[in-house]
């Protein structure tokens, strides 16, 4: 693996910590040797929840108006990559195909996320982001300890 390409990860579950308002979004290496979790405000990861059957909203969601809006617009995304760090906090990229051309933009990862879950699309994570916040299964954790785990921000 080139240590420095982007890595295709998968969602791989989302933790509430309902008494504190919190989420941890659990993204998973295709390897499946290690996570990815990203702290969240819980009502951020609901809608990414949703794709694992684990609650559906009664209405369509904002991510869902975006998705049709693009279509709409004959766009297309492309994939999302997790990147840039500011200190804990990372960033989303949704990157999209307007009438040939790759246009990038910025947004909160699990607005990335959510919206690469509707759209059928490949998320991906930097080498940079993998490198600060991954942690190996190996080291045995509890569903419990993953809020202490992670080292990313929404």
């Known amino acids: ?10 969602l791989k579950s989302v933790i509430f910590f309902t008494e504190k308002g919190r989420a941890v979004i659990l993204l ?22 949703r794709f694992l059957g684990i609650q559906n909203p009664p209405r369509p969601s904002s991510h869902d108006l975006l998705a049709g809006i693009i279509d709409t617009l004959k766009a297309r995304i492309l994939h999302v990559l997790i990147d840039i760090l500011e200190g804990s906090l990372c960033h989303g990229i949704i990157s999209l195909d307007i009438q040939g051309r790759e246009k990038d933009f910025d947004s909160r990862p699990s607005d990335a996320i959510a919206l690469a879950l509707s759209s059928h699309v490949p998320i991906f994570v930097s080498s940079a982001v993998v490198a600060q916040g991954a942690v190996f299964y190996s080291d045995g954790l509890d569903t419990n300890e993953w809020e202490g785990k992670a080292r990313l921000e929404n």
């Open 1 to 10: 693996m080139n240590i420095d390409a982007p890595v295709e990860v998968h």
């Open 28 to 49: 998973e290496g295709l390897n499946g040797e290690w996570g990815l979790p990203i702290l969240a405000r819980a009502s951020e990861a609901i809608l990414i929840a």
